[in-house]
């Protein structure tokens, strides 16, 4: 009957589906875009000391129900919890990110993700950049956004490598600092070379890996291989001609002449 409030086709009671009746574990009227889900997206970068707590109090204050958590540079497409995000979007549905770098930080990516989701039929919203896609002006914006995501990726990754070439210049070297510092070093591999001890009880003495060992005695044999090969290359060398001796000038010549006439 049209007024017992069911649907005939799907077998389901609208007045539930109203109420919000689960549909596969998910409450259909509770989190939606349009006409599906709102699934929000949060990474933060690998190796760095971040938490992602901030992005899923707004994701969840947006009203997602599932989040795809994810550890991984924004740099890097292979990011499992983002493909897993694209293989389960549906028709309908939206993806919900804190911000558009969260998302990726190459504008390519980002334009290829926006691709799968136009060919999804599928929505995206940046809630810090107020970006939404099911509109042609929000479309518009997006790709205006994301195109000085990446200038300013690109500004970054060009001020580092002038402070890194700055740094170098003035003698600093990044990274750890070596374990041992010159006399240390030379006095293991005294001991490698002198055949006084292993590499492997070198190692134990000085409590360092016994590849450590290897490198600084495979750089000393390298160093005292080349300074010999100079040096001998040095002695071969033929001594250089002497310059040859030039004539007197002819003023001299003269003079010697005439000193040399007997005086009358």
Known sequence: MAGDGV?????LGRRNLARGVRIGGIPRTQGR???GLLLGYARVSKG????????????RAAGCKRIFEEVASGGRWDRPELHRLLDQLRDGDTIVVWKLDRLSRSLKDVLHVMERISETGAGFRSLT???DTTTAAGRMMMQMVGAFAEF???IIRERT???????KMEGRVGGRPPKLDSEQRAAAIEDVSSGRRTIAGTARLW???PATVSRMVAGWRVATSEQANETEH????????????SAPPSSIRRTRRKSALPRA
Do not use: F, M, W
């Open 234 to 245: 040095q002695q071969e060398a033929p001594a250089p001609n002497p310059p040859p001796r």
């Open 48 to 59: 760095d000391d971040q938490s992602n707590a901030a992005q899923l109090r707004a994701l």
């Open 152 to 154: 300013e990726r690109a």
């Open 207 to 209: 409590k360092v890996s």
């Open 161 to 167: 490598r002038a402070g890194l070439a700055h740094a």
């Open 7 to 11: 649907d005939r086709r799907n077998g």
């Open 129 to 131: 950049e107020a970006v």
């Open 33 to 35: 875009g349009l006409n």
